[in-house]
C-alpha cells in the first residue's frame, strides 16, 4: 500500500504548476480516507492513477464513494466498457469479386 501511495501522490503531484504537494494537503486527504474500506481506497488510487492521471486528488474521492457505495450494495465494481466496434451486423462479402472492382476502376 505504501508503494501504491507514493506512485499515487507522485502522479497527483504532476496537477501542480510547483510539481510539489504540501505534507497538510496529503494528511488531510489521507485522514479522508479513513472513512472507506481499504480495498476500495486501494482500488480507487490505481484508478484515478490509471485512467486519470491530469486530475487533482479531490476526484479520487468521488471514486472511493462510488467505490463503496457499490461494494455497499454489492454490486459490480467497475463495469467494463462495451465493445461496440463488433455490436452492429456483419455482412457477408464477396472479397474476391471486390478486389477485381478495384483493380478495374485504377
Do not use: C
Not at 467494463?80 to 478486389?99: A, I
Amino acid at each position: 500500500m505504501d508503494e501504491l501511495r507514493e506512485n499515487y501522490w507522485r502522479t497527483i503531484s504532476r496537477t501542480r504548476v510547483s510539481g510539489r504537494i504540501a505534507q497538510g494537503v496529503k494528511a488531510k486527504t489521507e485522514k479522508a480516507w479513513e472513512q472507506f474500506d481499504e480495498d476500495v481506497v486501494r482500488e480507487a488510487l490505481r484508478i484515478h492513477i490509471d485512467r486519470y492521471p491530469n486530475y487533482k486528488e479531490t476526484y479520487t474521492t468521488g471514486i472511493m464513494r462510488n467505490l463503496q457505495r457499490a461494494k455497499n450494495e454489492h454490486l459490480p465494481a467497475v463495469q467494463k466498457p462495451s465493445n461496440s466496434f463488433n455490436s452492429g451486423m456483419q455482412s457477408d462479402y464477396d472479397m474476391d469479386q471486390l478486389e477485381k472492382q478495384i483493380l478495374a476502376n485504377q
